[in-house]
């Protein structure tokens, strides 16, 4: 039987298929972050057990740590967030796995430094106690969100039990428009079918718009995925991604690159293989997109009005009524980061709108960069100066204001635009009412006071 690119990575990690219907698959690579990862670590020194293979596993820090520029090693956003900064540090060390510390130069979203260090290439399983793993399908990698328990279960044997998903693929065809970007894609892709839409599907994305997309671009479309309540999402490795990974930190070097390129001529979905769900996605019906409720399905176009069968709860969460214009909302608050839209592209892309520009006096902007390299090299290109210029803060690497987790946050009743991923109640604080966009429309909206489309800035 024909195989789909998803069929040909499970096969190749299939360890043995139980009677149950579950199969055991074979886990290449384990990241951890400071928040969930402290458990899994520390729970395996307990035990006296040990990494199967420590040189497959990885740290970071970056969810609690703080985002303050100039911060301490031990420094966190969050009060008593620390314990999970040190707890994490000496379990790194005493399981001698690869940690990537609060001051490294490489330090960074996980999410974010993980395609950017090479650790996740086409091909390969890679599993971390985050749901939004699934980002890292953009490169060909089959990559999904676990909890602690199976972060700590991977470590030690190398292996998951995991039943096999049904298989959905998304085909965009055409071309996305000159200022249509991946963010909104995925907003009107989530729209169209539901929060629900992929329950536990593994997703592929496919088409002529999605092989136009950059790297950056894919892992943003691939990081809304969890979104769509999917298992996973995965994007055909090609040219665009090998151009990427050469030379990475853990990329594969001299020969064992040249095999691995190809190895990776294979990972692509045969033209009669089926899909339990194909659906077929226009370019040219995808415009500029925000969130208008609590769910990233709940969005229109940003010229449009919130639809007049709008779910209530979620209307008087949001302080809006059915009928409301977009463009109409004033903001208070504006947030560029995450492992969404965090990444050099993404501030570059706000960069441009607010060159020349000021931040309305009304609105607290605050940009985070999703790695240090992403922060050093917006630095060499001057992109802070036209953050700081416009009134933005601009931000040491982490998840910052992505979710609030205790600690520093926007004002109970700030209506936020944000470049993130999640838009429920409290996400980014108590109270707080974020509408999700890309990162060019939170900046278009953060000089002009409200939900503002860049093109009318």
Request: a negative charge; charged letters at 20%.
């Amino acid at each position: 039987m024909a195989k789909t690119l998803f069929d040909k990575l499970w096969d190749a990690h299939c360890v043995l298929n139980a009677a149950d219907g579950n199969s055991l698959i074979a886990i290449d690579r384990v990241f951890l972050h400071e928040r969930t990862g402290s458990v899994a670590l520390e729970s395996i020194v307990e035990s006296g057990h040990k990494p199967r293979d420590p040189k497959t596993v990885f740290a970071t820090m970056d969810h609690i740590v703080s985002n303050k520029a100039g911060r301490g090693q031990d420094e966190a956003r969050t009060p008593g967030g620390d314990v999970f900064i040190t707890a994490t540090r000496e379990a790194a060390r005493k399981t001698g796995i690869n940690l990537i510390d609060v001051l490294d130069a490489d330090q960074g979203i996980v999410h974010v430094i993980s395609p950017e260090l090479g650790i996740a290439q086409p091909g390969l399983t890679l599993v971390c106690p985050d749901s939004h793993t699934c980002s890292q399908g953009a490169l060909g990698a089959l990559a999904w969100g676990i909890g602690s328990t199976d972060a700590e279960h991977a470590i030690v044997t190398g292996t998951l039990r995991l039943r096999k998903p049904p298989q959905m693929r998304i085909t965009v065809t055409g071309t996305l428009g000159t200022n249509i970007t991946a963010k909104d894609l995925a907003l009107h892709i989530i729209a169209k079918y539901g929060a629900a839409g992929a329950e536990r599907c593994a997703v592929e994305y496919a088409g002529e718009a999605v092989e136009g997309l950059s790297i950056e671009a894919r892992l943003t479309l691939c990081n809304m995925a969890v979104e769509f309540a999917a298992f996973t999402a995965i994007i055909a490795p090609d040219k665009k991604t090998s151009e990427y990974l050469k030379g990475r930190r853990f990329a594969p070097k001299g020969a064992a690159w040249q095999q691995a390129l190809r190895d990776w001529e294979d990972l692509f979905t045969e033209d009669a293989a089926e899909f339990d769900y194909d659906y077929l996605i226009k370019a040219e019906d995808v415009r500029p997109t925000v969130t208008w409720g609590t769910s990233p399905a709940q969005a229109v176009m940003i010229t449009g009005r919130i639809p007049d069968d709008a779910d209530e709860a979620a209307l008087s969460y949001m302080g809006l009524s059915a009928g409301d214009v977009m463009t109409e909302q004033t903001i208070g608050g504006a947030f560029i980061g995450s492992c969404t839209n965090s990444r050099l592209s993404d501030l570059r892309a706000a960069a441009k709108i607010l060159d020349g520009r000021k931040v309305n006096a009304g609105v607290t902007a605050i940009c985070v960069p999703g790695s240090m390299r992403v922060r050093r090299e917006a630095e060499a290109e001057g992109l802070d100066e036209i953050f700081r210029e416009a009134g933005f803060q601009w931000g040491a690497a982490g998840c910052a204001f992505c979710f609030y987790a205790g600690g520093e946050t926007f004002a109970p009743g700030t209506r936020v635009i944000s470049s993130t991923n999640r838009n429920f109640e409290g996400r980014q604080g108590p109270d707080v009412r974020t509408h999700l966009a890309s990162p060019a429309i939170v900046a278009a909206s953060a000089v002009a006071g409200h939900i503002c489309d860049p093109e009318t800035l």
